[in-house]
């Protein structure tokens, strides 16, 4: 299973991005997607899972209310539709699968590249 994020770039404070992540290789459709993200200094950070059957959703907190995930099966594609951004939520975004929990972010093993975010204040 590979997997690459794309989407991210510079917006301003109260703007929106829509990130994807492609995934190639076999039963897409069987897999938890997740999107993570690491800012400068600190630790990476679990913030949306979707499960495999798209009826259940996680969303950490800070995000909660501005961000949504959301896949396409016959796309092989999951996506991040993050609304209201701040300067805060500037980090690197990762994609990856799990076969696991939905929600655990432990049993995510499969990752993307990662696309920057940046959003000024």
């Known amino acids: 299973v590979q997997l690459q994020a794309s989407g991210g770039g510079l917006v301003q404070a109260g703007g929106s991005l829509r990130l994807s992540c492609g995934v190639s290789?076999?039963?897409?459709?069987?897999?938890?997607m997740g999107w993570f993200r690491q800012a400068p200094g600190k630790e990476r950070e679990f913030i949306a899972a979707?499960?495999?059957?798209?009826?259940?959703?996680y969303y950490a907190e800070s995000v909660k209310g501005r961000f949504t995930i959301s896949r396409d099966n016959a796309k092989n594609t999951v996506f991040l539709q993050m609304n209201d951004l701040k300067p805060e939520d500037t980090a690197v975004y990762y994609c990856?699968?799990?076969?696991?929990?939905?929600?655990?972010?432990?049993?995510?093993?499969?990752w993307g590249r990662g696309t920057l975010v940046t959003v000024s204040s």
């Open positions: 990856a699968a799990s076969r696991g929990t939905y929600y655990d972010q432990g049993t995510y093993t499969y």
């Open positions: 290789g076999r039963s897409f459709s069987t897999y938890h």
């Open positions: 979707i499960d495999w059957t798209r009826s259940s959703t």
